[in-house]
């Protein structure tokens, strides 16, 4: 049983809801350059647990539930215990990192929600399993060709300035999460090649 991805879901629907019903605990956790700066460095995993709202927290949790329950499996196999939950956290956190460099100087800019450790979840699993097939609103796609995908439209939605969806925290996050299994399981990459090669190849 997935215990780790269930208690991440858990935590992260209790306290976004908290947040979204009492904007008090929304300013305390967001992740704000300011707050930061300041030496409120809780902010850096905080802002990872509240949502703008509902449909921000759905998607994110059901793509945590679909490819975490499989990731934290994986991840078992080498790191005992909570390892799961320490990769989990530590993607809130990096992900976030280059925003904030970018973003140093601005005290206007805020930031929310789990998309950049769900990336890394998302992007490690695509990593062991190129061809499987992940669903996009219903429509079945290759997770390699959504790999592809997902990261061009970042890459130009970010250079378009695009600043409602965090486009950053994606990128570094799938980055991060591809890294982690590479260091984890060094011969994870010539397997991908490999996979590749192979359409059909599963996890």
């Known amino acids: 049983m997935p215990i780790v991805t269930i208690l991440l879901i858990a935590v992260t629907c209790g306290v976004s809801i908290t ?14 350059s300011r707050a930061v ?15 703008a709202d509902g449909q921000h927290l759905l998607f994110n949790m059901v793509t945590l539930f679909f490819f975490g329950r499989i990731m934290e499996r994986f991840v078992s196999h080498f790191v005992t215990g909570f390892g799961f939950a320490v990769f989990y956290l530590a993607a809130i956190a990096l992900s976030i990192v280059p925003s904030f460099i970018s973003h140093r100087n601005d005290p206007s800019y ?20 190129p061809w499987s097939t992940i669903y996009v609103f219903f429509f079945p796609i ?9 990261t061009a439209y970042g890459l130009y ?17 799938g980055a991060f999460g591809i890294l982690f299994v ?13 996979k590749l090669l192979s359409p059909g190849a599963g996890l």
């Open 19 to 32: 947040a979204m019903q009492n904007p008090r605990y929304f300013e305390m956790f967001c992740f704000e």
């Open 110 to 129: 805020r930031c929310i929600g789990a998309s950049g450790a769900v990336s890394a979840v998302l992007f490690a699993y695509i990593l062991l399993a």
């Open 142 to 150: 290759p997770a390699i060709v959504f790999a592809g995908l997902y």
């Open 182 to 194: 590479l260091v984890l399981v060094p011969q994870s990459g010539p397997a991908f090649v490999s």
């Open 157 to 173: 939605a970010q250079r378009m300035g695009d600043t409602h969806i965090n486009h950053s925290a994606h990128l570094w996050g």
């Open 37 to 51: 700066r300041r030496g409120e460095y809780y902010r850096l995993v905080t802002h990872g647990f509240i949502h």
